[in-house]
Structure formats: structure tokens, C-alpha cells
């Protein structure tokens, strides 16, 4: 089992930046990709970011170049680091764990003024 916790949303301006981070429970913690989702009121969850057990990473076209996803194995904590927010961010955040199963976290909310 690996149970995650979000942490990081809130309130900014268009432009701003924010720092999401997703901590693990477990010990197999590196056996999984980390990613994350959002979804937006009325959407479908959608992919954001991916990062795989050694680094690699992954992005979905509409953050590419604003969002870094990373992760610090000996924290067991992915992160997300959001700049140059816009409003069409605004979503709950969601962090998932994959490997031989799959978990989710409770999400964060991000909203994005104009």
C-alpha cells in the first residue's frame, strides 16, 4: 500500500507560481512513476506530468516548458513546481503513484486568477 498526501494548492494571480508536493507512505516508494493529474470542474482528469523511478521525465503539451516535475527519493515527496501560471490551470491536483498498482491522492485545489 502507498497512501499519498498533496499539498502546495492555493490562490494566485495569472503569472504566479506555485510548488506542489505529493508525500509517500511506504517503503516501496522508488518502485513507482509518479505523475500528476487535474481536473478542472466539468473535465475529465487529464495527465500533467510524469517522472519514472530513475528521473525521466514527461509532460503534457499545455504545461511543457512552465511545469518541472521532480522527486527526492530519500523523502519519498514528488513535486511540482508551476510557473507562469495561467487560468486555464486551475484544476485539483492529484498525485499518483504507478507501478505494480496504482494510488491516488486526495488532490489540491489550484486556482488561477485572471
Known amino acids: 500500500q502507498v497512501q499519498l498526501v498533496e499539498?502546495?494548492?492555493g490562490l494566485?494571480?495569472?503569472?504566479?507560481?506555485?510548488r506542489l508536493s505529493c508525500a509517500a507512505s511506504g517503503r516501496t516508494f522508488t518502485r513507482y512513476a509518479m505523475?500528476?493529474?487535474?481536473q478542472a470542474p466539468g473535465?475529465?482528469?487529464e495527465f500533467v506530468?510524469?517522472?519514472?523511478?530513475?528521473?525521466g521525465t514527461y509532460y503534457a503539451d499545455s504545461v511543457k516548458g512552465?511545469?518541472?516535475?521532480s522527486r527526492d527519493n530519500?523523502?519519498?515527496?514528488?513535486?511540482l513546481q508551476m510557473n507562469s501560471l495561467k487560468p486555464e490551470d486551475t484544476a485539483v491536483y492529484y498525485c499518483n503513484a504507478r507501478?505494480?498498482?496504482?494510488?491516488?491522492g486526495q488532490g489540491t485545489q489550484v486556482t488561477v486568477s485572471s
Open 66 to 69: 512552465r511545469f518541472t516535475i
Open 49 to 55: 506530468a510524469a517522472v519514472t523511478w530513475n528521473g
Open 99 to 104: 507501478g505494480p498498482l496504482s494510488f491516488w
Open 74 to 79: 530519500a523523502k519519498h515527496t514528488v513535486y
Open 7 to 9: 499539498s502546495g494548492g
Open 12 to 18: 494566485v494571480q495569472a503569472g504566479g507560481s506555485l
Open 35 to 38: 505523475r500528476w493529474f487535474r
Open 43 to 45: 473535465n475529465e482528469r
